[in-house]
C-alpha cells in the first residue's frame, strides 16, 4: 500500500523538462478516440500542489486522462491500454496503482488522491520522445 506520491523517493530534481511529447499523445489520441469526452482532470505538467513535492508531472513524464464514462473514455479503459504500452512506468486508477516493472498487478494506493476522476500515466523518462499511438 502506497501512502504518499510513489515516485516521491526516485531522486528526480523535480525541475520542468516541458510536456513528454508522449503525454501530449496520450492526451492526443484520447481525444480523437473520444472527441466529446470531458477534459476536466486532465493534465501534464504539475499544478503549485505537484510542485511543492517530486512528481512525475513536474518533468512532463505523467498524464492525466479524465474518466468519463458518458463518452466512452472511462479509466478501465485507459489503464489497460497503459499498463501494455513499454512507456509506461506506472498507472494509478481508482485507488490502485500498477508498476509494469511488477507485472502490472494492481495493489492498494492510499495516497492523498484517490484518482477515481481521472487515470494517471507515468512514463519512462527514456520514452519522452516516443509518439507512437496509445492504443486507447
Do not use: M
Amino acid at each position: 500500500n502506497f501512502v504518499e506520491d510513489p515516485v516521491q523517493s526516485n531522486g528526480d530534481s523535480g525541475a520542468s523538462q516541458g510536456e513528454a511529447p508522449a503525454c501530449r499523445g496520450a492526451l492526443n489520441d484520447a481525444n480523437a478516440r473520444w472527441p466529446n469526452r470531458n477534459k476536466a482532470s486532465d493534465g501534464i505538467i504539475g499544478d503549485a500542489s505537484h510542485q511543492a513535492r517530486k512528481s512525475d508531472h513536474n518533468q512532463g513524464n505523467a498524464v492525466d486522462i479524465t474518466h468519463d464514462p458518458a463518452s466512452g473514455c472511462t479509466g478501465d479503459i485507459i489503464a489497460a491500454a497503459a499498463l501494455k504500452d513499454p512507456r509506461t512506468k506506472y498507472v494509478i486508477w481508482n485507488r490502485q496503482i500498477a508498476f509494469t516493472a511488477k507485472g502490472g498487478q494492481w495493489t492498494n494506493y492510499n495516497g492523498p488522491n484517490p484518482h477515481t476522476k481521472h487515470c494517471h500515466i507515468s512514463i519512462l523518462s527514456s520514452a519522452r520522445d516516443n509518439t507512437s499511438k496509445w492504443g486507447f
